[in-house]
């Protein structure tokens, strides 16, 4: 990618100067999140469409000698390609021309790759088979005509277990260059013949780019670190230049003065390739995006960053050129900010604050991360501060209930039954009354996962009452079975109190019975569990061939969607159960949420604030494919309920249980309709509370130890917990 002549050595540092000056790692959070520094600037998106014609598709494009240069598949009525052309513009759309190729490929050949490489094109294809698959690389001329077509011969196999190789460029010597999933880059000459591979040894290669003097490098995980390794093929070796790169960068483009542009998972950055500093320039969400993966990247002369991305939309793929220019934040802009403040934020939830700001010229939803990206903790002193100082509206609630109390927060009940669109009776109710305390509302959930223990029916019979004596008779009755094998045993008896209703615990009124015969007859049976403390012992142990073999007779299970119920019905077959939770009535599983949203009673835009968090129970976001678990809409639940039905969206595939594999296939009706039974029969709300189970996970250790004895430990955790929820929920 090469800039203007006119385009100065000096002109380009100082540009890159300033867009580091701007932009350095952001304090307000966790510095480590890496987000950009609120510095008085914001990034301004603005998105030029690349237009094709009708049945047309741009496959891709590449920046060349400053002209953009895109691909584009011909397809007919019936989606079928019949052709492809070259179309060349300038960086502003300008000057257009297009040149035709000859189609030389095969029905059922699939282009899977391309590059410009001087007066040639070099396009790959891919033939998919039932015993593997069959590469192809041709190239043509610069009027199109091709000059030679070939079968890639070592690439293609005749067995199910083929790698898949990517279509990486061309190096100085003119060979091909691809990579493959396994971390093998390999060289190909124009006839289809391997020239030479190198091989990763304990590496997880992801993507792949060339710097300014052609050299190939790929970005590859080692541990937990991500480093830019350059491919030497001399020596058959990968060789570390930079290392330790945060942001998980998914493109990477040289652009030159020591500088790489970065698009991370999160975020654009530039990387200082002397002083392996990488700095944050912008996230996606802050300019209403999501992740990017660009064709291509370039810095303009006036400072300004450009890039061109797929939209990936439910029409197909929109490439679009944005440039993002840096301008002044003024006071209006900042008045109309709702911050929301958040420690991991799902694909979902970046979508929903997207549509959000992209649809309402009001407000706008900032969000501010606390994520310590290297421990993976929140950073609570932080967010204390910024919400001491009223800097914060919104919060995602899971991700600091440590450090939140009712008292920070609104009570939202009066602002759900006064909404004009919200309707309590056309949701799930036991959702809201699961988050209430006190008859007040302090978060909401826009979904929700069911979950219960399943069942090997040998065991625990469908005819049986599955009460709290038949759960601990159940455990007593089979001493070498397992019980809820892939917990702890601490967390196994902090989950039973979370899935037990107000049998432990009464948040209301901030009581909690642990001295009791049940409690410490659970404590004597986490004690035999072999899962104890350290979550190592889990490295070896395959929880789906314990169930299949018998082995373990009662397991925990999330019924997130029909696929879980699925695998338990082909592991088990007429023997998988799904009990629920040992309750005094009928079968019963729990209600549970990961995001639930709350807004901050110091907040000077509560009303703000609100207009955001109502649009999460509206049919707009109830509708969305990709939400986690199942819509808190009763409307939107039956729809996905008649989907699943019909066969759309049902999943497949397989997983493996040791050597074994097992064919998951399509959910029948009856695996979706007892899906559908489970959530229906869910009565509680399963509480998760840190602070419970920080208490008996420490006094169980104690217990454990033979320092004390079970009636012993359940008395203090009696007296701790009584004193914890007396100074959180009194």
């Given at each position: 990618m090469k800039k203007k002549a006119l385009v100065s050595t000096m002109l380009v540092v100082t540009l890159a100067a300033s867009l580091l000056a701007g932009c350095k790692g952001k304090t307000a959070g966790s510095s480590a999140q890496g987000a950009a520094e609120d510095d008085g600037f914001v990034y301004v998106p603005e998105f030029r469409t690349m237009t094709t014609g009708i049945n047309e598709d741009i496959y891709g494009v590449r920046l060349v000698e400053d002209k953009l240069k895109s691909l584009i598949i011909l397809r007919n009525k019936d989606y079928e390609p019949t052709g492809i052309r070259v179309h060349t513009e300038d960086k502003d759309g300008q000057n257009g021309t297009d040149k035709e190729f000859e189609y030389v490929f095969d029905k059922e050949e699939y282009i899977s790759g391309f590059e410009f490489n001087g007066s040639q094109t070099i396009i790959t294809c891919t033939k998919y088979g039932e015993n593997g698959n069959t590469y192809s690389i041709a190239y043509f001329d610069e009027n199109g005509k091709c000059t030679s077509k070939n079968e890639i011969a070592?690439?293609?196999?005749?067995?199910?277990e083929a790698e898949y190789y990517t279509f990486a460029g061309v190096d100085k010597e003119g060979y091909a260059v691809f990579t493959s999933w396994s971390g093998t880059v390999a060289r190909v000459s124009s006839d289809g013949t391997l020239v030479d591979k190198v091989s990763a040894e304990n590496k997880d290669t992801m993507d792949s780019f060339w710097d300014k003097e052609g050299n190939f490098y790929v970005s590859a995980y080692e541990g937990m670190d991500v480093n830019f390794d350059m491919v030497d093929f001399a020596s058959k070796s990968f060789k570390t230049k930079w290392s330790k790169i945060?942001?998980?960068?998914?493109?990477?483009?040289?652009?030159?003065?020591?500088?790489l542009l970065i698009f991370g998972d999160e975020r654009i950055s530039e990387f200082a390739t002397e002083s392996n500093e990488n700095t944050a320039l912008v996230n996606y969400i802050d300019i209403d995006m999501n992740n990017v993966s660009p064709d291509a990247a370039w810095i303009n002369e006036d400072g300004t960053i450009s890039f061109v991305a797929g939209d990936y939309g439910a029409e197909g793929v929109t490439y679009e050129v944005v440039t993002l220019k840096k301008i002044e934040k003024t006071a209006d802009m900042a008045k109309n900010e709702v911050h929301m403040a958040v420690g991991f934020l799902s694909y979902d939830q970046a979508e929903a604050i997207r549509n959000f700001n992209k649809t309402n010229g009001e407000i706008r939803v900032v969000v501010d991360s606390y994520l310590n990206e290297e421990t993976g903790e929140t950073d609570t002193t932080a967010f204390n501060a910024d919400l001491s100082a009223g800097k914060i509206d919104?919060?995602?609630?899971?991700?600091?209930?440590?450090?939140?109390?009712?008292?920070?927060?609104?009570?939202?009940?009066?602002?759900?039954?006064?909404?004009?669109?919200?309707?309590?009776?056309?949701?799930?109710?036991?959702?809201?009354?699961?988050?209430?305390?006190?008859?007040?509302?302090?978060?909401?959930?826009?979904?929700?996962?069911?979950?219960?223990?399943?069942?090997?029916?040998?065991?625990?019979p469908e005819s049986d009452n599955f009460d709290f004596d038949r759960f601990v008779k159940l455990i007593k009755d089979n001493p070498g079975k397992m019980i809820i094998p892939d917990e702890l045993a601490s967390q196994f008896l902090s989950d039973v109190v979370a899935l037990s209703g107000n049998r432990f615990i009464d948040y209301e009124n901030a009581k909690c019975d642990f001295n009791n015969e049940e409690f410490i007859s659970l404590m004597e049976f986490a004690k035999t569990k072999p899962l104890t403390f350290e979550s190592s012992d889990f490295e070896d142990f395959d929880p789906l061939k314990s169930i299949m073999n018998g082995e373990t007779i009662l397991f925990?299970?999330?019924?997130?969607?029909?696929?879980?119920?699925?695998?338990?019905?082909?592991?088990?077959?007429?023997?998988?159960?799904?009990?629920?939770?040992?309750?005094d009535g009928e079968r019963t599983f729990a209600y549970s949420v990961s995001n639930s949203y709350a807004i901050v009673k110091n907040s000077a835009k509560v009303d703000e604030a609100w207009k955001y968090l109502r649009t999460l129970l509206l049919d707009k976001y109830q509708s969305m494919d990709y939400m986690g678990g199942f819509p808190?809409?009763?409307?939107?639940?039956?729809?996905?309920?008649?989907?699943?039905?019909?066969?759309?969206?049902?999943?497949?595939?397989?997983?493996?249980?040791?050597?074994?594999?097992?064919?998951?296939?399509?959910?029948?009706?009856?695996?979706?309709?007892?899906?559908?039974?489970?959530?229906?029969?869910?009565?509680?709300?399963?509480?998760?509370?840190?602070?419970?189970?920080?208490?008996?996970?420490?006094?169980?250790?104690?217990?454990?130890?033979?320092?004390?004895?079970?009636?012993?430990?359940?008395?203090?955790?009696?007296?701790?917990?009584?004193?914890y929820l007396s100074e959180k929920f009194g």
């Open positions: 070592a690439f293609s196999t005749s067995d199910d945060s942001g998980y960068p998914r493109k990477v483009f040289d652009e030159g003065n020591g500088t919104i919060v995602r609630f899971e991700d600091f209930k440590d450090a939140l109390k009712n008292d920070n927060l609104v009570d939202l009940n009066p602002y759900l039954d006064s909404d004009p669109d919200i309707n309590r009776s056309d949701y799930f109710e036991n959702i809201f009354e699961g988050l209430e305390t006190k008859g007040k509302l302090y978060s909401i959930a826009p979904n929700f996962n069911v979950y219960g223990y399943g069942a090997n029916s040998d065991y625990l925990g299970f999330n019924v997130s969607d029909s696929m879980d119920i699925q695998l338990y019905r082909k592991i088990l077959g007429d023997k998988f159960y799904p009990a629920g939770l040992p309750t808190i809409s009763k409307k939107f639940f039956e729809t996905k309920i008649a989907r699943m039905l019909k066969g759309e969206g049902v999943g497949g595939g397989a997983v493996y249980t040791g050597d074994t594999m097992i064919e998951l296939g399509e959910p029948s009706s009856e695996a979706i309709n007892l899906m559908k039974e489970c959530v229906e029969s869910a009565g509680l709300f399963k509480k998760d509370d840190s602070g419970v189970a920080s208490i008996i996970d420490e006094e169980f250790r104690t217990y454990v130890s033979g320092a004390k004895s079970a009636e012993e430990v359940a008395e203090i955790i009696q007296s701790r917990i009584s004193i």
